[in-house]
């Protein structure tokens, strides 16, 4: 084992001076002329859709810009979206793929096949095996554009829709696809979505808060591909078999999330009615009973019970913030285009988290209290 974490240490310096490398090319690549194409954006959208099947390779770099002051239940998700996250990609196709995420403190390898994820943290010798949930809480491979885009993208009407003309990334001509979401409640400004001309392949994602919605503004998580190829990757690269003396785990839901389950188990407590905030419910096989999910698209608003012991911790953190707003129906914070409130539920405490505004939030809890909007 020892062997295979010098391999794997000397590997990643190696990775780590090539990423060095790339992070430099953008200037010099953007510089080079990028070639449009007399596609619409209801065209774009749908060859974005249909490039699920499509192999490739690359190296992407995902930059965050949210500070979430979330405490302890939520560290990885804050991590991941208010810090740089550098990832190496082989994709097959959506249930056979690699993403290997290198950071200062180490290597994790997430390796998908049909029936789930193995996830092989080289420093600790830990595989813990995975299965897919209806709803988790985001995580690095989440971040690569090509899964982005698609996420994004995926429910959004041609309204929402228009081209931005065309840009060079990771070397690659690429069409932009500009979307601005209809719903009222969204916090989102917009989303720019930059794709492979060649292939439908989103090979740049950014999003923009409602508070940066003017040109040159700074986006809120910002994606991107600094070297790809339709190179479809090998067997034995993507393939995964549990070294030797490794410590194997089951994968577990956050606590947020086990919380929300065993509060919708000792009972429904919280109203789930068909809408909140002007956003409709949506139904989610298999999702915690606790748990209602409203919207569409990019604006999605989540409201789920908690325990005491899990609510007060959160409660505090969020109290920690400058920014936020407490009143008599509770505690609410934006950070970029995510908005959390802490509601004070006649029944206990109550979650409400999406990409919503403070003011949607603010409606959402009036109408679960009862109260006047």
Do not use: C, N
Request: zero cysteines.
């Amino acid at each position: 084992m020892a062997g295979r974490r010098t391999g794997a240490a000397g590997r990643w310096a190696l990775v780590g001076a090539a990423v060095a490398v790339l992070v430099a090319l953008p200037s010099v690549i953007a510089a080079l002329p990028a070639s449009d194409a007399a596609t619409s954006a209801a065209e774009l959208r749908r060859a974005v859709l249909a490039s699920d099947g499509v192999a490739f390779t690359g190296y992407a770099q995902a930059a965050g810009g949210l500070d979430l002051p979330v405490g302890d239940q939520l560290t990885g998700v804050a991590d991941l979206l208010s810090d740089r996250t550098t990832m190496r990609a082989w994709y097959r196709g959506p249930t056979a793929w690699r993403v290997d995420v290198v950071s200062p403190t180490g290597e994790t390898g997430v390796h998908a096949d049909g029936a789930g994820t193995w996830t092989w943290d080289y420093e600790d010798a830990t595989a813990t095996r995975s299965t897919p949930s209806p709803l988790a809480l985001p995580a690095a491979p989440d971040l690569l554009p090509s899964a982005l885009g698609r996420r994004l993208l995926s429910e959004a009407t041609d309204e929402e829709l228009s081209r931005r003309g065309a840009d060079r990334v990771a070397g690659r001509d690429a069409l932009g696809l500009r979307l601005v979401p209809a719903e009222a409640a969204s916090s989102v400004a917009r989303v720019d979505v930059w794709v492979d001309a060649a292939s439908g392949v989103p090979l740049r994602v950014q999003v923009f808060g409602e508070d940066a919605a003017g040109a040159g503004a700074e986006a809120a998580l910002d994606t991107g591909f600094l070297d790809f190829s339709l190179d479809t990757p090998a067997d034995d690269v993507l393939a995964f078999a549990v070294p030797p003396g490794a410590d194997v785990r089951t994968g577990e839901d956050s606590r947020l999330l086990q919380a929300a389950d065993r509060a919708g188990r000792d009972g429904d407590r919280v109203a789930r009615p068909a809408e909140l905030a002007g956003l409709p419910r949506r139904t989610i096989e298999g999702a915690p009973r606790g748990v209602g999910v409203y919207g569409r698209g990019i604006t999605l608003l989540a409201v789920s019970p908690l325990p005491g012991r899990v609510a007060s911790p959160l409660r505090d953190a969020l109290l920690a913030s400058p920014e936020a707003v407490v009143d008599e129906l509770g505690v609410r914070i934006s950070a970029g285009p995510l908005g959390l409130m802490l509601l004070r539920g006649p029944d206990g405490p109550v979650l409400l988290v999406g990409t919503v505004s403070l003011d949607a939030l603010a409606a959402a809890a009036t109408e679960l209290t009862g109260g006047d909007s």
